[in-house]
């Protein structure tokens, strides 16, 4: 069984800095796709950045520039790096994975991704 498990959520203003971190297990596999994913209340989720077995980013708009994806595969962890945090990131953020390296298109689709964290909250003051 395949868990994924984030923390590293908080408070902080904007301006500041978080780093999310999700830790996998239950799986082994040649090629992958994690992605990171966010819902702000009363709004769809949406994909915010993905990172795949051969240390390809993908990164939505509202978040190029500021956050940075990376992985430790010794440790089977993935991490978000969000830098300059706007008020308008808050949200829960949920990590995903999915054993297939994923065309372009569907990278930030939450519908082409089978497992998924609980997720960790993200507050951002202004």
């Known amino acids: 069984q395949v868990q994924l498990a984030e923390s590293g959520g908080g408070s902080v203003n904007s301006g500041g800095s978080l780093r999310l971190s999700c830790t996998g297990s239950?799986?082994?596999?040649?090629?992958?796709?994690m992605g990171w994913f966010r819902q702000a209340p009363g709004k769809e989720r949406e994909g915010v950045a993905t990172?795949?077995?051969?240390?390809?980013?993908t990164y939505a708009d509202s978040v190029k520039g500021r956050f940075t994806t990376s992985q430790d595969n010794a440790r089977n962890t993935f991490y978000l790096q969000m830098n300059s945090l706007k008020p308008e990131d808050t949200a829960m953020y949920f990590c995903?994975?999915?054993?297939?390296?994923?065309?372009?298109?569907?990278?930030?689709?939450?519908?082409?991704?089978?497992?998924w964290g609980q997720g960790t909250q993200v507050t951002v003051s202004s």
């Open positions: 990172i795949n077995t051969y240390d390809i980013s």
């Open positions: 995903a994975a999915v054993e297939a390296a994923l065309v372009p298109s569907e990278r930030l689709q939450d519908r082409s991704y089978k497992y």
């Open positions: 239950g799986y082994t596999y040649s090629a992958f796709t």
